[in-house]
Every structure is written in C-alpha cells, then in structure tokens.
C-alpha cells in the first residue's frame, strides 16, 4: 500500500511540474515575442518544452487511470511513454546548455543587424525600440554603437524642451563631437525626442553641448542576463521530468487487473500447510503477487 501511494505521489508531482513546465514556457513567448527573431534559438526552445510539458501532462493522467484502475496494458503503454519523456527532458537540458553558450555571439550578432536596418526598415525599429524600452537600454553594447549609423534623415523641425538632468562622463562627451541621433527608446523621457521633417522620432544625444536623457547602457548583456535565468529554470524543471519518469516506470510495470489481485490475495490468505500441500495444483500459474495486494 505505501508503494501504491508512493507511486500516486510521484505521479500527482509530474502533473504538477509539467503544469509549471507550460506556463513558464508559455510566458516566455509571450513575453519575447515581439523581438522573437533575436532570440530564435531559444523561442524554438520554448516551443519544444511545451510540448514536453503536454507529454507530461499524458503521462501523469494516464498513468494516474492506470494505477487507480488496475489497468495492466495501459501501464506499460505509459511506461514507455515515461521513458520518452525522460529522454526528451534531458535532450532539452543539452539545447539549453548549447543554446545559453552560443546565445552572446547570437544575440549580439542579430541585434547588430537589426540596427544597420533601423533606418530603412520599419520591423527592425519596431523590434529595436521594443527591446530598448523593455530592458532600458541603448545599443549593442553602448549607446555609443549608433554614433556609426546616419539615423538622421532631414533636418529637424519641431521638438520639444531637451531635459539635462542627467550627466554623462567627460569620456562619453568627448566621443560625441558631434550630436548623434539615437533611437526615440534610448531617452528616458518623452520630453526628449526629437521630431525631423519626415516625422520620424529620435533621442539626439546632446543638444547646444548638454548632455540629453538617455540610457548609456548596452542591451546585448542585459538579454543575455536574463536568458540565463530563463535557462536555469528550465534545467530545473526538466530534470524533475528527467528523474520522475525513472521512479514510476517500476510501478507502473507492476500493476496487474484486479480479477488477478483477488485471486493472488485470496491465495496468499490460505493457511501456510495448504499452501505448500497445493502449490503446484494451485499457484503453479500465478503472478507475482503485485505491491498494493498487500494490506498495510
């Protein structure tokens, strides 16, 4: 009987990761969405882990069904299938430690060409200004990074007062001998765009020689930092999924029909003579007695 409850435990817990398994998935698309492209690789990931969180899903309901009913054939059927889920949550494990080494170079590299696109390409200045104002930050590295890209495609016209209230190092102004144009999303403050003749918006980085309100801070390790964290959680979670599927697959290969159990159990109940005078008249051909035909 403890096995039996062990194995509903165990089973009850697989559910329960797996639900986690989904949801933390499921928001991590939604929230990387909008910029999916810079993070392709593990937006996949993302993918391929909701369907291991469905599969996991089976596993525990079936498995639940077959262990609660007695139901032989559908527990080795699950069995197999919680073999498979093993298999796949440690292969997810190897992606996401593959995925987090190549992901500095990847997402540096992405990012980079969506801003040698900006100027021209009204997907890549959505995408850019998306994840310079979720992770408020400006550039690949440093805001410094436009300072090699003509944002500006006429000259201004109406824009509103320039804030100075932040101050930026000498260094940063001696880089800047001239005004760079950058995104509307590098400036802190609305205040601070600018508006040319075309309409477009952008956060010129110094007006009349005064440092403007901008984030100076690269985007590139602030996305890796939080990928690292994402990824941490999903090595967690799989290797729940890696260790439980091994714990119920003995239990689920143990289970036999009840018609089976009742006559194991009435056998194993005959005085101890009887039984070793009809041994080979009487349980010749029986099973194994299973771990729950025995009462705690």
């Not at 997907?123 to 410094?144: D, F, P, V």
Request: hydrophobic content about 40%; overall charge neutral; proline content about 4%.
């Amino acid at each position: 009987m403890e096995k039996f409850l062990f194995g509903v435990i165990i089973l009850v817990l697989i559910l329960i990761v797996s639900v986690i398994q989904l949801t933390a998935n499921g928001i991590m698309i939604v929230k990387y969405h909008h910029y999916e492209e810079v993070l392709r690789l593990h937006i996949d990931l993302y993918i391929y882990n909701i369907a291991i969180g469905c599969i996991g899903i089976l596993v525990s309901g079936s498995g639940l069904f077959a262990v609660l009913g007695c139901h032989r054939i559908l527990g080795r059927i699950v069995a197999a299938i919680s073999f498979s889920l093993a298999i796949f949550a440690i292969i997810s494990i190897v992606l996401a430690l593959i995925f987090q080494a190549k992901s500095p170079t990847y997402t540096s590299v992405r990012f980079r060409n969506y801003m040698n696109q900006y100027k021209d390409n009204q997907s890549a200045r959505h995408i850019i200004n998306y994840i310079q104002t979720k992770h408020e930050c400006c550039g690949e590295n440093s805001w410094l990074d436009w300072s090699s890209l003509d944002l500006k495609t006429g000259d201004t016209g109406n824009y509103n007062t320039i804030s100075t209230n932040e101050n930026h190092t000498n260094s940063e102004r001696s880089h800047n001998l001239h005004d760079v144009y950058l995104p509307p999303s590098c400036c802190t403050t609305e205040s601070s765009v600018l508006i040319d003749t075309s309409s477009n918006l952008y956060c010129p980085s110094h007006f009349h020689n005064l440092a403007n309100n901008y984030y100076s801070g690269g985007c590139s390790k602030k996305i890796i930092r939080t990928i690292i964290l994402y990824t941490i959680v999903i090595i967690i979670i799989n290797t729940f999924l890696f260790i439980f599927p091994f714990i119920i697959i003995p239990t689920l290969l143990q289970i036999y029909p009840n018609y089976l159990r009742r006559k194991t159990v009435v056998i194993h109940q005959l005085p101890q003579d009887f039984l070793w005078y009809s041994h080979g008249m009487l349980d010749h051909n029986l099973p194994p007695v299973p771990w729950f035909a025995y009462q705690s």
